[in-house]
């Protein structure tokens, strides 16, 4: 819970006018979770690589971009999870944690769809938790009234026999 108070107060934390020509203001939530899922991709595409190629190189520069945009309590935390070969940040995907594959609780959910609440963190494993993107709705299909022949009632068809 010390982390959740402190990645508060650095994402509301107002930027100084003089950082702000070189550094977009980054104290939207949306903005960071932007960043890491970013710096998740890259990441993962990195280790993929050769450590010599060229492809590696531009990857590990795109990844300093990234990082400098990130407030440091979330770097510390995310660098500390990566060094020890876990996911520092995973994405929800059915209410799970894409970490450790378990099921969030109901609470922590909800408060992740709420635009005013700052980054959640896995209760297991301590993932940073990237929402799931919302799927795109697909249109309702016309409804058709089919005509469906009705059974005689039981009364009709005793009357007849």
């Not at 982390?3 to 934390?13: A, K």
């Not at 010599?52 to 440091?72: C, D, G, N, Y």
Request: hydrophobic share 35%; net charge positive.
């Amino acid at each position: 819970m010390k982390f959740c108070l402190s990645w508060h107060e650095v994402i509301r934390q107002p930027q100084p006018d003089a950082l702000s020509e070189y550094h977009p203001p980054m104290h939207q939530t949306d903005n960071i979770i932007e960043a890491l899922s970013q710096l998740t991709e890259l990441d993962a595409t990195r280790r993929r690589l050769e450590l010599k190629s060229a492809r590696h190189q531009e990857i590990t520069l795109e990844v300093e971009i990234v990082r400098e945009r990130l407030p440091t309590a979330i770097l510390i935390h995310y660098d500390q999870r990566v060094s020890r070969g876990k996911r520092g940040a995973a994405k929800v995907r059915n209410g799970t944690c894409g970490g450790c594959h378990l099921q969030l609780p109901c609470g922590q959910l909800s408060d992740m769809r709420r635009a005013d609440v700052t980054l959640q963190v896995c209760g297991n494993c301590s993932a940073l938790l990237l929402p799931e993107e919302p799927k795109p709705e697909e249109p309702a299909a016309p409804a058709t009234p089919e005509l469906v022949k009705k059974a005689p009632s039981r009364k009709k068809a005793l009357a007849k026999t």
